[in-house]
């Protein structure tokens, strides 16, 4: 088998620079909680894909469901010819999301697509142009949801001019925002939209119920309430960003139950179906049908095949109670955090929920965020054998996201790599 040294080099010369990797190490085979790499060395995963490989990579349920379909058919369109399994998918995303009105489901194919629709959804049913975002959001890399992502570099840079009417205002951020209470950094957004867009001319609010890219930001208790009540009464489409925090990742179903918010909208995508590429936009029934037929679709959109294993995934999630395994997971991780934190001042917090957890690192004493020293930390696991991530607005976050089916023996080898790497 090729080595990945040999497939690297032939990566140079054929694949655009611009996609990066985070290890140079090229898949072979993956199933649970590891990744085995052309030169047979394994890796413990907590990185799922970036929260994608929830049910574990090559999940038995979702194989088989994947085998089965593609052998009947693989592609027809369903704006086209459609088929029973896009009905199913909604079905079922319609009755999982947070909020027992009636819904309507759609589509997509990657997590900027649903971002997008659901953008188009809430100015086409509301007649109104501005969309409201947060610092360090992030919501994809394509022209608008680039508009929407705070992160200049690597996401923005020189890409632009961007789309308009997006207006970005603080986020809840304890570790960050002198720890205001979550009814206050609320009012602090509200007064900038009201003061300098007019809550009258807001189609949506856009955000993460935890913040992915930006840095797994936690906003304080009560802020996602009080945003929900103030945009009820704005007549403002709340829109809940799921694509990293949905299917159990964050130990609720969706992240949104938390605190019992009830999103008009929501954007679905990575944990949907095992690996599978598919994303969805689920909400209010009179806001999606709001829409003109022919306004929503697109050629992939809801492809037999990634129908068929989002059936099967979430038949594994609810089999596996895979949002009670991400509590479990959350009680032993977070454990070890805080044991490290404990030790090493460089750990200014330890947060998160469920299996969607990091520690962000500063110069000790101080704020001050230390992407070198975050870099360093992760070299370290990478050099051992644990597939960790890094994030944030200032590169300073270490991330963890492993397979909601991961062993407790590969958690706890995970666990010692990475207590080893913080020294
Ligand atoms: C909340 C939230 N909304 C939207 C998206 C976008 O989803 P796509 O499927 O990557 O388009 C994401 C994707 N996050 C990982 C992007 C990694 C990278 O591109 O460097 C997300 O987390």
């Keep these: 088998m090729t080595s ?13 620079r611009g996609v990066g990797s985070v290890i140079p190490a090229y898949v072979a085979t993956a199933s649970g909680g590891t990744i085995t790499d052309v030169d047979g060395r394994e890796w413990i995963d907590f990185a799922a894909g970036i929260a994608v490989t929830n049910v574990g990579n090559s999940a038995p349920a979702v194989v088989e469901a994947v085998r089965a379909q593609v052998e009947r058919f693989t592609h027809t369109c369903f704006m086209v010819a459609p088929y029973e399994s896009y009905v199913a998918v909604c079905e079922q995303l319609n009755a999982l999301t947070p909020g027992g009105f009636e819904k309507r489901s759609a589509l997509f194919n990657s997590g900027a697509e649903a ?21 360090h959001a992030y919501h994809g890399r394509t022209n608008l949801t680039m508009a929407l992502t705070a992160k200049n570099m690597p996401y923005k840079h020189r890409f632009g001019p961007f789309a308009g009417e997006i207006h970005r205002v603080p986020m809840s951020y304890p570790l960050r925002d002198g720890g205001l209470d979550g009814a206050t950094a609320a009012a602090r957004a509200i007064e900038l939209v009201e003061k300098q867009v007019g809550a009258e001319n807001v189609a949506a609010l856009l955000i993460e119920p935890i913040q992915g890219e930006g840095g797994f930001v936690v906003p304080a208790p009560g802020f996602l309430p009080a945003l929900r009540e103030w945009a009820t009464t704005a007549g403002v489409v709340f829109v809940a960003d799921e694509i990293q925090t949905g299917f159990c990742r964050t130990g609720d179903w969706f992240a949104c139950q938390h605190e019992g918010v009830e999103p008009d909208l929501i954007t679905l995508a990575k944990g949907i179906a095992g690996g599978l590429p598919l994303a969805a936009v689920t ?8 829409v003109h037929v022919g306004g929503l679709g697109g050629t992939y959109g809801g492809n037999p095949i990634a129908c068929a294993a989002a059936l099967a995934a979430i038949e594994t999630m609810h089999e596996l109670d895979l949002a009670g395994a991400a509590r479990q997971i959350e009680a032993v991780l977070g454990a070890r955090l805080r044991a ?10 330890v947060r998160g929920r469920g299996a969607m957890l990091a520690v962000e690192i500063v110069v000790p004493g ?10 360093a930390i992760s070299a370290a696991c990478h050099a051992a054998g644990l597939l960790t991530l890094t994030c944030g607005t200032y590169g300073n976050v270490l991330r963890f996201l492993p397979p909601l089916v991961i062993s407790a023996d590969e958690l706890h080898r995970g666990l010692d790599i990475l207590d080893a790497a913080f020294g």
Excluded at 4 to 16: F, I, P, T, Y
Excluded at 118 to 135: E, L, N, S, Y
Excluded at 283 to 290: F, Q, V
Excluded at 366 to 375: I, K, N, Q
Aim: hydrophobic residues 45%; proline residues 6%; glycine residues 4%.
């Design 283 to 290: 909400g209010r029934a009179e806001l999606m049908d709001a």
């Design 340 to 349: 490290i934190a404990a030790r090493d001042p460089r750990i200014a917090e």
């Design 366 to 375: 101080s704020l001050t965020p230390d992407p070198v020293a975050t870099a």
């Design 4 to 16: 990945s040294e040999e497939l690297h080099k032939r990566r140079g010369a054929a694949v655009a």
């Design 115 to 135: 971002v997008e629709n659901a953008v188009k959804i809430a100015r086409h049913a509301t007649g109104r142009p501005a969309v409201v975002v947060f610092d």
